[in-house]
Each structure stands twice: as C-alpha cells, then as structure tokens.
C-alpha cells in the first residue's frame, strides 16, 4: 500500500513568513502550529524561528507570541502558563518554539529547571544541528564531524543527546520527530496537547543554507536521517516507556551523509564509524523498549 | 483584617507590603539577606493569607523571565532578590522595562563579589540605574512595607517595573514595629491590573518581534516619556497613601533644610543616622539640613534644584562604590546641579562602601571636614 | 493615568504576514501536469493506464473498465494475449518488480463478461456509411470506434466466423473461444453490418465497395505463408503453421506423427509447438534467432519450454533425408543471424562445423505470412509487399493491423483500428467541411512531455510489495487438453496489485503537495474535489512540492523576471 497522510490543520501558522525556500523549520512550524490550534501562546527566542514569525507588526502565527532572550524559553513560557492559570484560563496551551542552541545550550538551565518543577508546557526544539541565524556556527546538537563556521575542521565531539537527558527527568512525555514524517509529527503534537504537565519534543529540521542541501530536499533529507536510524522517531512517558515509532528502513548512513556539504569532506572510515555509533544507538534505545 | 501592628523584620515588612498588593504569580529565587522575604510569603501563601502561584525558579534569570511573561499575560507579580541574583538579571531588566511590564522587585542591598561579602551596599541596585526600572530607596521596614504597595500603583500606571531597595541587615534583619494597614485600605488605594495589551489568544497580539530603528527610537522615546512622569506620579501617589494611612515619604525628604547652610544628602538607611547627626549638630547651633533620597529613578532633578540651589554646601554621603567614577548619588547630584546659577559646593564623601558602619559621630566629623575643605569634583574616600 | 495611556507602547505586534508578497523570491514555479506514465507510453492503443489501475484500487469496478474500453474493446483477450510493452516499461520494474497491468487487464475484461457490462453506445447517428475489409482484432477496433462515433459500418470476412487469428490461430489454451465470443458478441450488440463468408477478391470488387462506402479500412492480414526451398523437395510432411492452429482450433486432430519439428521463432512457431505438444508429439523448435532476439513473448518460450520442447535457437535447416518410411532426418547447423528493423532480408551467417540432425515424422513451418494483397490497387502496394499506411489516405482508403505492418500483435491491430478510425472521421469531416470532433480528442490528452521516469518516483511512499502473479492451473499441467493455463486473479488480488501502481504522471490527490508546502502556497480547492492550485503571491518556487509528489505530477517551471 501507499503511504500518505491525513493532518487535521487549522490555519494557525499563515503564508507570507520570511523562511528561506523550501525551510524545515518553517514546515515544521506549520504543522506544530496548524495542530496545536488558536488557543495557544508560543514563546520564542532568538533563532530562524524568531525571524519567521515575522517583522513587527506583521506576525506569521495567528496566535500571542513572547519573543523572549536567547536562554529563557522555557521559563518565560513557564511565567505564562502560570499566569493563564491564576487567571482560570487554563485550556491555553503554552508553547515554546526554540533551537537547538536555545535548548540544548544556553537555555538548558531553564528547560532542565522547568522539567523538574513539571511546569505545564510543551517545550519544542526545532533542531536545525547549530546556531543558524547567527551564520551556522556549532551548537551542542551538532553532530561529530559536521563542518560549522566554528567548526572549520569538523565537529570534534558528538551530538548531545537531549531527548535522553529530558527523558531522565521522567517528565510525562518526551519525543522526537521530523518533519519527513508530518503524521507522526502531529500525532506527538496532538498527544502532547492533550496532557498535562512538562512535555518535550526535539524535532529535527533540515536547515538548507547550514547543511549545504539543495531547496526541495529538506523532507527527504530529514526522511533519510530517520531511516538511516541517525535520528530514530521515539517517545518516552514518565521516562520510563519506551516505544520505537517508526522502524528505520536501515539505509546506510553514507546515503544520508551525502545528501549534506557539511559532511563532504568525511573519509569512508569515518563514515563506516558513524555507521557504528548509529548501529550501537539503534540497539540500545531497542533494548529500552 | 484592618489596621494593626506588628513586631517585624524589614523584609519581613516587604513580605506583608507582597500581601495585600495581592500578586498572582511570584517567580523567586533565594540569596542572603533576601531569603526572609521569600520564606515570609511562602509561609503567607501556606497560610492561605496570600493567594498567588510561587514559582521556586532554579536561578535569578529565570525568575525574572518568568516574571515578565507573567506580567504580560496580564498579572501582577512580585519577586526580591540580592547582589549577585540582582547582577544575574541584568539582561532580564532591560527586556523586562522594555517589555512595559510593571514587576515589583524587592532587592535588599548586598555586597558584590568577587569577594565574597554579605553587607550592606548600594552598588548592586544601583548598578542597574540604566535598566529603565524605577527605584526607591527605603529607610525602615514600614517605609519598605508603604513602598512596595506605592510601587504597584506607580509602576502600573506607567507601564515600567520599579525595585524596592533597602540595605542587608541594617535594615533587612532589623526587627521594629510596623504597622500593616487594613486590606480594604490596599484594596481602596490599589485597582486591579488589567493591562490593555497582554498576551491572550482572545486578543492575539505579540510582543518582542523584531522592529526597525525608527521604532526602536520611538520604543526608547515611550519609555523615556513614561519615565518622566514618574517623579509626578509617585508624588500624588504618595501623597494618597499618606491621606488613608497617615505614613508619607515623599520622593526626597526634606529634614531642616530651609536655613541650611550645609546640606547632607544620602539614601537608605544611612539617613536615619544622618537625621540623628543633624539634630545634635542642630543643637549645636550648626545649620545643617538632611537631603534624603527615596525616588533614585527617575533621579528628581528638578526637586534637588529647588530644594538645594540656595545651600551653599552639600554633602553626599554614599554607600556605594563605581571605580573610576565615584559615589552614584555623587554623581548624580553634581549632574543635577549643572548649570545652576547659584549651585552649591558638592562634597562626595564614600563612606560605609563595603558596609562599615557609620555613626552620627562619623557623620559629624565629615560636616566639620566638609567646612573646612573645597570641594573636590570626585568622591573621596573617608577614613 | 489618562494623559499617560496615549504614550504606552505601540509596539505590539498586531498585524499578519499574509499579506506579504513572498512569490516576488521566486525564479520556479510549480505547475500540475497531467503527464505520460512510460506504460501508456509505450501501450499501442496509449491505454489510460494509471487511471483505471487507480480505479480499479478504488473499486470503481466498471469505471475502470469502461477507462479501458474506451480504447480497446477486447480487455479480456489482450489481457490474455497481449505482449504487454506496459509491463516492461512500468517504472516499478525498477524498484520491486512490474505492476501485474496485463493480469488487471484480463480481470476486468473477465469481471465485465461475468457482470454484463455494455460498450458505451453510440451518442448520435451518422449517415456516413464505412466499410471494413477484414474481421480481425484491426478491422473490429476501427468498426468499433467507427460505431461509437455514431457511423455506420459493415464489416467484411471472408471466414463464416469473426475474430481473425484470434479465433483461428491463437491456441484454446491461452485464449478460450467463449472468451473471444462474449467480447464479440457484446461487440457487435452495438448494430453493424456483418457480411461473413464474404471474400474480396478482385480487384473491381474492391472498387465496387469503395464506390458504395464514404470510405474503406482494409485490415486482411497476412496469410500467405513463406516457404522454405530446403523442404521443397520433398515427401515429407509439411505444415503451414496456421493451417494446423485453424485444425486444431476447429476441434479436428491432424496427423503430425510422434516426432515434430517447427521451424520459427515467433509466437506461431511456439504456439504450433505447444498445440503439438498437447498432440502427444515429441516437439524441437529450431529458429534462425538467438534466444534474446525470439520475437516471440518470453512468457510463452518459457512455458513452452516447461511443457517439454527442446529449443535449438540460431540454427537452420540445410535439407532432408527420409529414414524409412514415415520419418526423416533434417540436417541442420548453427548460424548467427541478427534480425533487423532496416533490413528485410538480414544476413545468415553459417557456423563451421556445427552441423547436426534431427528426427522428424512432419515440420510445421512457421516463418511468417505476407498480406495477399491482389483486390486492392497497386498504388496501395508498398515496396516492402505490405498495405501502406497513408498511401491512399486522401482518397478514403485505410489500411492497418497485420496487412500493413510487421509490427504483428494484437494491441499493435487494435491501435491500427482505433488510430485509422479517428483519421477516417477525420477525413469524413473534412470532406463535409467541418473538424471540430477532433479537436475534442485533443483536450483529453496528456500534455504531451516526456514520459515520467523511475528516477522522478519518490519511492518512500511506496514499501515494497511484490507483484502478484497469475498461477499456472494444476490441472491443465498435464498436457492432456485445451484447457485455459493460467488462472485470472481474484478481485483481492487485483486490488492488491493494482495498488501497487505509482500512477505515474498522474495525480491521485494523495496532498503530498499540499502538506509539503512550508509557505503553504498550495491550496485544494475545497469544491472541486481532487484539484490543486498554487498561491503564486506565496509560493518560493522551493520544488518540495514538486519532489514530494511520489508521481511526478507537479513540475517546476522556469519563471523570466
Ligand atoms: C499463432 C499466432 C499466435 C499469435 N499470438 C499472439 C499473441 O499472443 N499476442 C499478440 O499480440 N499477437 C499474437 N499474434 C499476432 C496477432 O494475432 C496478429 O497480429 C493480429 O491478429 C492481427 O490482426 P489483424 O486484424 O490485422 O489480422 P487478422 O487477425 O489476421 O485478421 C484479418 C481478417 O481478415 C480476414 N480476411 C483476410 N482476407 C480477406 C479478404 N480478402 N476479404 C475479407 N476478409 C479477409 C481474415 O479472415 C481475418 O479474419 C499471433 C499470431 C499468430 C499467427
Ligand atoms: C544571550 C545571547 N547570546 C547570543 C545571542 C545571539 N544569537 C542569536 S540566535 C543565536 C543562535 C541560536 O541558535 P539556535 O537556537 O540553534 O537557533 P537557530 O538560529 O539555529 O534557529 C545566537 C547565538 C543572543 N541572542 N543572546
Ligand atoms: S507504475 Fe503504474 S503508471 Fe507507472 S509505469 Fe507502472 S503501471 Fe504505469
Ligand atoms: S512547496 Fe510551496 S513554495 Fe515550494 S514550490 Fe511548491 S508551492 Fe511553491
Ligand atoms: S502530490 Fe499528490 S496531490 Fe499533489 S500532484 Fe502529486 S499526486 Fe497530486
Ligand atoms: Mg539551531
């Protein structure tokens, strides 16, 4: 049979935004908004995301947006949520749209910190592997060896794996997603309104211009990193359960590689030795399961 | 409960001050001398006398994050910190006065490392006299009580966030007391906030996208005029708060200055023990008047020019250092004074920097220093 | 407080982006594009196939059906006998192997006789009268698409039954009778003239019916067999092939003996050699080509060569030497002989030393047929001995199928019909003055591109899933009779098969293009179910849409600013 999707959307997330042709992020975007709904407020700070969501007075999300600091994501959208509340408007969700530098770096303290307080949120990490709108530098969600502008002889350490970290905080829902796979994207969206407390999930969101891929190819490249099992579509409830959403198709990562300029310059060994860290991560997170 | 008085601690005041302001979310994280402020209303909250969400935030950063998210989304909201919480903020301050959020912000005054020290000074509120916060400098536990609920009025009616400050220990730890006024009183005196644009999905308006520089100007030019009317407005506000409690402060206080020939200007705690100095030096036949500074932001300029333009001599004393430039009050009176015709000599004495204790004796002896020296156009040094 | 509230910040942001003009970034726009799938490419009668594989996954039954028959009226024979240039060509060969299209074929073609299903009938009445010379699968496609266009036709065979080889040579075993006669019969429910045992043979007969009729399609065939000089002296039996097939088609048995040997490599000589087999001869077939080069359909080599024939390929016959009575002996040797398109006559080159012998009781002889071509005017007459197609076009003479062309399948006839058909109406029109029928067979057609290849599949949507093949029936393995080989698939089994289809060029309204839109610059149009457009104030000109699109029904199209 086929594959094809069936998405409930309503329109949150508008046409005319300043992405890039053919942004990840902004696909993503769409979907995450689309499904969470109107009755919203997202938080963003300094990343693409802030640029998409527009130039005052022009705003590309139908929705209240913050546009906080770099580092405090998780905790502005914390102050919001508790303030909905005390207010009795507690159907709002709050949302924070952050890169991965905000998340996995300078913003880690705070996102740690909301975790633990279980604070009523649903924390997003649009993972685009650096800090692109300063000019693609490295973030700690680089993966090893990619080239940044800060990395000019290749990452030398590995990506933090952050869905793990948040896991460990046994919050009630953590998850990663793609935007190669909307449907699976927006049923962890979907899931993640519908419960409460903290909620995480890193979305990987090929950035075209930082990977050195061509305009049409964010969906496949981000299709690839799933099925090459570089970027497995998980979820874990309350840190403990885990369940595989999709089984990587077990391409070689070399395909995936190459879709990428940032990784033009890799050796066959060190792509053989990519191949074995992803197969020795595919085997643990089975063995969770 | 109506009007009664208590035994309290300064921050313990400011905690009561917290209570009948009624704030709903409470973002806030612990540092010496603070922490008695954050205990007294956990323990209020506990008691089901104040009815707001404390958020026990993991640093000073994220608190006033929370703090200002809070407040745009349309509530009140209080939080107190110190020294090295307040340095941590510093990036949240401005977005927090750029964002037009009304936070009030207790900070006890506090040494700031490196080293390491717990006394009281001004340099860590009044590093952040930049931030577009306003800020008043208390002198006693019932002042910081009265100043907090001021504050809430004042701020809410400008859109800018205001810090209460007084001093560790002197003032923070010192155990007086106070008189807590009725909530019907507070609730007379204060309206409820309902800010006209806030984050709601029912109003859908945004807050912090990118603007262009004529908007930055514009921005930067709204503050600037809301600011101005602080002096104005903290003036009336006081004044309200004085008819239905009888407590007024004033922006400056104004103690035997009519006659004066040599005026001591100081904030906070120290101008208790200049009040003291300028009695005895009174009954000594001296001509002594006390310049108390509550309202540091905005600076009253014109206030000072009025009240001090036919004093030939004023003496400021600071509890507070900045290398390279001096006393902040130091600083500032001299920029106040600026092409005043007949402006007096302005002696800046850095005393009780670093906490050292400074008696009325002290005091004294700096007037007869004062008297029989020129001015230098820099602070100095004492003792 | 009132003076202050004009001064409060104006900084909010309240506006929205969509009214931004972000197509002003573009150099490539998307456009949707019905376009050629390779199989209907490459289908002689450029059968809809995408369309009604896709009907058929929605069971839309006899929609899918009537997709077919709009082209070719005979779905159960040719899913039966055609030599499906589709399959080959299908993009998911490339991938997980063709999709089953001559199986789908023959399920509907089936499920359409089992459930009655009429032709559409004409939807008006000409005066114009038209006659066909030649009642096979050519002739009957041209009266058919004649008829539906609402002329009248009659049809003129020389046999006392319809169908041409299908009914006289194509085996029972691969093509029942009773299949032919319902397609036929359901056929002919849309009122012609049929004149059987009706022979044109001379010349003014032929001028006698072009003088009656608007205008002529001759579709005879090809029935005049070659022989071979090596075998002309002898007493030994010698069949031609579709004498035999017409034999044993009509029920009798000829006397072939226990030893045969047929001489050709095309789909008569495996037929012959199959049909002997059932006989209970011992059968070799020798042919001049190699086995890659056997115009015949692999399918049936192969088969055949299950059933028990021993192939000699690349090997002719020199001559014949009787041993005893009723059997001989052909001396034969291996040569290399590369058929040609270029060259009717390509070169036999005999290999040293390979000779050898066989033993034979009788030889079928199945080295191709010539058009007998004496009733028609010579100018008709191509150099090559064949009809010629558009000689006498303007004269209202058509020919097609087997007379005219070397091209010999029964798609490749049907497509004759049809294509003659449009040209005779076309013609028709012309002669009264008017032409607009045409144009209207014009919209309907693809744009006319390239066709859509593997590479412009996105073939993540499609996991694999092997093809589905017709099973051999165990009952008809023992040689023993006629009986039908191969079992139609069940409805299950089509559906499961048909969904295999990528539907090539051919939009399915699947919204990939739609959700893949980060500027979400495609929008459906809500009230026409299935339609797309592009927002031309938003769309970037990305291609996500475009490669997102698993069947390369989208393309980007250069933009001058
Ligand atoms: C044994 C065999 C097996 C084959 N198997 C396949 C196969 O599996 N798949 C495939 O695609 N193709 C196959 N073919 C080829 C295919 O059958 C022909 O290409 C196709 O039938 C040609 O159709 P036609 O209408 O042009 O000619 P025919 O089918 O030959 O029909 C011509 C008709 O015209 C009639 N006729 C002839 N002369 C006159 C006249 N003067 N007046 C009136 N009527 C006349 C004939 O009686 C006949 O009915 C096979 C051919 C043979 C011989
Ligand atoms: C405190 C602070 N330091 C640095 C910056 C500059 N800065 C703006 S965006 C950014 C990178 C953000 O990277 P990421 O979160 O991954 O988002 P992306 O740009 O990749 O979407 C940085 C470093 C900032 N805004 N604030
Ligand atoms: S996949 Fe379908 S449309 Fe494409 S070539 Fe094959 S049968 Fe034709
Ligand atoms: S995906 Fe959208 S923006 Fe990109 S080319 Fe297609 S319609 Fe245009
Ligand atoms: S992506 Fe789907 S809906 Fe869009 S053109 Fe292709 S087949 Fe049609
Ligand atoms: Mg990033």
Redesign the pocket.
């Known amino acids: 049979m086929m594959i094809s999707y069936n998405i409930p959307e309503e329109k949150v997330f508008l046409s005319g935004h300043n992405a890039c042709p053919g942004c990840g992020e902004a696909l993503a975007l769409r979907y995450i908004l689309n499904t969470l709904g109107p009755e919203t407020v997202g938080v963003v700070p300094p990343s693409c995301i802030a640029i998409i969501s527009g130039p005052q007075p022009y705003s590309s999300m139908r929705i209240p947006v913050y546009q906080t600091t770099l580092e405090a994501s998780a905790a502005s959208a914390a102050g919001i949520k508790r303030a909905l509340d005390v207010q009795g408007k507690t159907q709002v969700n709050v949302v924070a749209l952050a890169g991965d530098g905000g998340t996995y770096d300078i913003g880690f303290q705070a996102l740690s910190a909301a975790a633990e307080r279980n604070e009523d949120i649903i924390y997003i990490c649009l993972d685009n592997e650096g800090y692109m709108n300063t000019g693609a530098q490295k973030s700690s969600a680089t993966p090893w060896l990619a080239y940044t502008t800060s990395t000019p002889g290749g990452k030398p350490t590995g990506k933090k794996n952050v869905a793990e970290i948040m896991a460990a905080h046994e919050i009630p829902y953590v998850a990663t997603a793609t935007v190669g796979f909307p449907d699976d994207l927006t049923a962890k969206i979907r899931k993640a309104k519908e419960m409460k407390g903290m909620r995480f999930i890193v979305v990987l969101t090929p950035c075209l211009a930082g990977w050195g891929v061509p305009d049409s190819q964010a969906v496949r490249v981000s299709r690839l990193a799933v099925d090459t099992g570089i970027f497995p579509l998980y979820e874990v409830e309350n840190g403990r359960k885990y369940t595989l959403n999709w089984e990587p198709r077990g391409i070689p990562v070399d395909t995936y590689l190459r879709t990428q300029s940032r990784y033009k310059h890799l050796t066959a060994d060190q792509i053989e030795e990519i191949q074995q860290e992803v197969n020795r991560n595919m085997t643990y997170l089975r063995e969770k399961q | 409960m109506t009007a009664h008085r208590k035994l309290l601690s300064g921050n313990h005041a400011v905690s009561y001050g917290v209570m009948l302001a009624k704030p709903k979310v409470i973002p806030v994280y612990p540092i010496t001398p603070q922490t008695p402020i954050l205990e007294k209303i956990t323990e209020l909250q506990t008691a089901g006398e104040l009815d707001a969400d404390i958020m026990t935030a993991e640093s000073e950063h994220s608190a006033m994050a929370a703090c200002i998210t809070a407040s745009l989304t349309g509530v009140r909201v209080f939080t107190a910190t110190a020294s090295q919480g307040l340095m941590l903020m510093h990036e949240m301050l401005h977005y927090a006065s750029g964002a037009r959020a009304p936070i009030i912000m207790a900070n006890v005054n506090r040494t700031i490392g490196s080293p390491w020290a717990f006394w009281p000074d001004q340099t860590d509120s009044l590093a952040q006299r930049d931030c577009g916060w306003i800020q008043y400098y208390c002198e006693t536990g019932q002042e910081s009580l009265d100043t907090v609920i001021q504050a809430f009025k004042v701020a809410e009616q400008v859109m800018l966030p205001a810090m209460v400050i007084h001093e560790a220990f002197y003032v923070s730890h010192s155990v007086e007391p106070v008189e807590i006024p009725g909530q019907e009183t507070v609730d007379e005196y204060l309206p409820p906030f309902t800010p006209e644009h806030r984050l709601d999905p029912a109003i859908g308006e945004s807050w912090g996208n990118v603007v262009n520089q004529e908007m930055y100007y514009r921005h930067r030019q709204d503050m600037g005029r809301a600011m101005e009317h602080v002096c104005d407005l903290a003036q009336k506000a006081d004044q309200a708060w004085q008819e239905l409690t009888g407590r007024g402060y004033g922006i400056m206080e104004e103690y035997c200055c009519d006659d004066a020939k040599v005026v001591l200007a100081t904030m906070g705690g120290l101008a208790g023990t200049a009040r003291e100095a300028v009695d005895i030096l009174r009954q000594k036949g001296l001509k002594v008047g006390l310049l108390k500074v509550k309202l540091f932001r905005p600076f009253p300029v014109f206030q000072v020019r009025k009240i001090l333009s036919a004093i030939p001599k004023v003496i400021v004393m600071d509890r507070n250092y900045a290398p390279g430039t001096g006393g902040f009050l130091h600083q500032e009176i001299k920029a106040a004074l600026y092409g005043l015709a007949n402006s007096p000599e302005v002696h800046g004495y850095l005393v009780g920097v670093g906490g050292v204790n400074v008696s009325p004796e002290n005091i004294m002896d700096l007037v007869n220093r004062a008297m029989a020296e020129t001015a230098f156009p820099e602070s100095v040094w004492v003792g | 407080m009132e003076v202050l509230k004009k001064e409060i910040p104006t900084i909010w942001t309240t506006g929205w982006t969509d009214i931004m003009n972000t197509g002003t970034w573009r150099s490539a726009m998307p456009i949707y594009q019905k376009r050629k799938s390779p199989c209907q490419d490459i289908c002689p009668v450029n059968g809809e196939i995408p369309t009604w594989l896709q009907n058929l996954k929605s069971e839309n039954l006899e929609e899918a059906w009537l997709e077919i028959v709009a082209k070719n009226p005979f779905p159960a024979v040719?899913g039966?006998?055609?030599?499906h240039p589709c399959e080959s060509k299908c993009n998911r060969k490339e991938y997980d192997g063709e999709v089953g299209i001559n199986s789908l074929e023959q399920f509907l073609g089936d499920l359409a006789i089992e459930k009655g299903w009429s032709l559409p009938k004409p939807s008006q009445e000409m005066e114009e009268r038209v006659a066909v010379?030649?009642?096979?699968?050519?002739?009957?496609?041209c009266a058919y698409q004649l008829r539906k266009a609402g002329y009248q036709v009659t049809i003129?065979?020389?046999?006392p039954?319809?169908?041409?080889?299908?009914?006289?040579?194509?085996?029972e075993y691969?093509?029942p009778k009773a299949v032919l006669a319902k397609e036929l019969e359901r056929l002919l429910e849309l009122g012609f003239n049929v004149e059987l045992n009706?022979?044109?043979?001379t010349k003014e007969d032929f001028e006698q019916l072009r003088r009656e009729y608007s205008a002529v399609f001759v579709?005879?065939?090809?029935?005049k067999a070659k022989s071979l000089p090596q075998l002309e002296n002898t007493a030994m039996k010698v069949w031609f092939?579709?004498d035999f097939?017409a034999q044993v088609k009509k029920g009798e048995k000829p006397d072939i003996g226990r030893k045969v040997v047929v001489i050709g490599g095309?789909?008569?000589?495996?037929?012959?050699a199959r049909t002997a087999l059932r006989l209970g001869a011992k059968v070799k077939v020798l042919s001049l080509e190699d086995r890659a080069d056997l115009p015949?359909?692999n399918t049936?080599v192969v088969d055949g060569e299950r059933e028990g024939i021993i192939y000699y390929h690349g090997a002719m016959v020199t001559g014949v030497e009787p041993i005893g009575t009723d059997s001989y002996m052909l001396k034969c040797v291996k040569v290399v002989f590369k058929p040609s398109d270029t060259d009717r006559f390509p070169k036999t080159v005999v290999l040293k030393d390979t000779e050898f012998e066989l033993q034979a009781d009788s030889v079928i002889l199945?080295i191709g047929?010539e058009?007998?071509t004496?009733?028609f005017p010579s100018e008709l007459v191509s150099a090559v001995g064949l009809l010629g197609s558009g000689l006498m076009e303007n004269q209202g003479l058509f020919v097609?199928?087997?007379?005219?062309?070397l091209?010999?399948?029964?798609?490749?006839?049907?497509a004759?019909?049809k294509n003659q058909a449009s040209k005779i109406i076309e013609y028709m029109k012309g002669n009264k003055g008017a032409s607009e029928g045409n144009q209207n067979e014009q919209v309907n057609q693809t744009v006319d591109s390239e066709p859509v290849k593997f590479s412009e599949v996105n073939t993540f949507y499609f996991p694999i899933m092997p093809k589905v093949n017709r099973e051999i029936r165990s009952e008809s393995n023992s040689l023993s009779g006629f009986a039908e080989i191969k079992a139609g698939l069940s409805q299950a089994e089509a559906i499961q098969e048909s969904s295999r289809c990528f539907s090539c060029g051919h939009c399915i309204s699947c919204n990939n293009c739609f959700y893949f839109c980060p500027d979400q610059a495609v929008v459906k149009n809500s009230d026409l179910c299935g339609e797309y457009h592009i927002l031309e104030q938003y769309c970037k000109g990305c291609g996500l849409c475009v490669e997102e699109c698993p069947r390369g029904a989208v393309t980007l199209k250069e933009e001058a600013r």
């Open positions: 040719t039966r006998v055609c030599h010379i030649g009642g096979g699968p050519a002739g009957l496609s003129f065979e020389e046999q039954e319809l169908g041409g080889l299908l009914r006289f040579a194509i085996p691969r093509l009706r022979k044109i043979i579709a005879v065939g090809a029935y092939c579709l097939l095309g789909n008569a000589a495996i037929d012959s015949a359909i049936e199945a047929q058009p007998d004496t009733p097609g199928g087997d007379s005219s062309s091209n010999r399948y029964v798609s490749a006839a049907i004759d019909g």
